[in-house]
């Protein structure tokens, strides 16, 4: 049993991997931003699946501490570009909000 | 019993590494950003709902069980808000979304 878990969690981290090349390729900031998330929720399963192979139990606060990061991550991406789409607004424009 | 939950196991984790392969497909593979989004969050979610599902079985006490619930129920919000926020970060040309 524990094998086919390691093998899963194999099989997830490469396919987090793979996503990942989504960050090379963009083309918008958000792209990369998905494949970050991607690797938020991949990671939780992969740390959820070795925690149950090993009979580790501390491996569940790690993948709680994770979805609380990955979504943080999201939440503060959005926060910096609407930022900077405000201050591009800002200097283009002429002064009308 | 044991042998029909080591199955159950097995069964679900499986189908939770084969939607993290789909999500994977749908972010490299989709034309444009909106798509990409929706992959992602669906087959992602799914995919640790899946795998969280499969391990319940393998938990030995309660209190654990509802922590990889409330894991994945925290996944499943964030990554709702999560993409609704990308979403909206993202410019809106051409085609409607």
């Given at each position: 049993m524990a094998e086919f878990l390691f093998g899963a969690a194999t099989f997830i981290l490469g396919m987090v991997a793979l996503g990942l090349a989504r960050v090379l390729r963009g083309p918008a900031d958000a792209d990369r931003m998905m494949a970050a998330q991607l690797l938020g929720t991949g990671g939780i399963a992969a740390v959820l699946l070795l925690g149950a192979a090993t009979g580790e139990a501390a491996t569940v606060d790690v993948a709680l501490t994770l979805a609380l990061l990955a979504a943080f991550?999201?939440?503060?991406?959005?926060?910096a570009?609407?930022?900077?789409?405000?201050?591009?607004?800002?200097?283009?424009?002429?002064?009308?909000? | 019993m044991s042998i029909v939950l080591e199955w159950w196991t097995v069964i679900a984790v499986a189908a939770g590494a084969f939607f993290f392969l789909a999500g994977t497909v749908g972010?490299?593979?989709?034309?444009?950003?909106?798509?990409?989004?929706?992959?992602?969050?669906?087959?992602?979610?799914?995919?640790?709902?899946?795998?969280v599902l499969g391990l319940l079985p393998m938990i030995v006490s309660v209190s654990a069980g509802l922590m990889l619930v409330c894991i994945w129920l925290l996944v499943l919000l964030s990554g709702a808000t999560a993409s609704q926020l990308i979403a909206r970060t993202l410019p809106r040309r051409?085609?409607?979304?």
């Amino acid at each position: 049993m524990a094998e086919f878990l390691f093998g899963a969690a194999t099989f997830i981290l490469g396919m987090v991997a793979l996503g990942l090349a989504r960050v090379l390729r963009g083309p918008a900031d958000a792209d990369r931003m998905m494949a970050a998330q991607l690797l938020g929720t991949g990671g939780i399963a992969a740390v959820l699946l070795l925690g149950a192979a090993t009979g580790e139990a501390a491996t569940v606060d790690v993948a709680l501490t994770l979805a609380l990061l990955a979504a943080f991550a999201s939440f503060a991406f959005v926060k910096a570009h609407s930022a900077h789409a405000r201050d591009e607004s800002r200097t283009d424009g002429d002064g009308a909000p | 019993m044991s042998i029909v939950l080591e199955w159950w196991t097995v069964i679900a984790v499986a189908a939770g590494a084969f939607f993290f392969l789909a999500g994977t497909v749908g972010l490299l593979r989709f034309p444009d950003a909106f798509t990409r989004l929706h992959a992602l969050t669906k087959a992602d979610n799914l995919g640790l709902g899946l795998v969280v599902l499969g391990l319940l079985p393998m938990i030995v006490s309660v209190s654990a069980g509802l922590m990889l619930v409330c894991i994945w129920l925290l996944v499943l919000l964030s990554g709702a808000t999560a993409s609704q926020l990308i979403a909206r970060t993202l410019p809106r040309r051409g085609t409607p979304p």
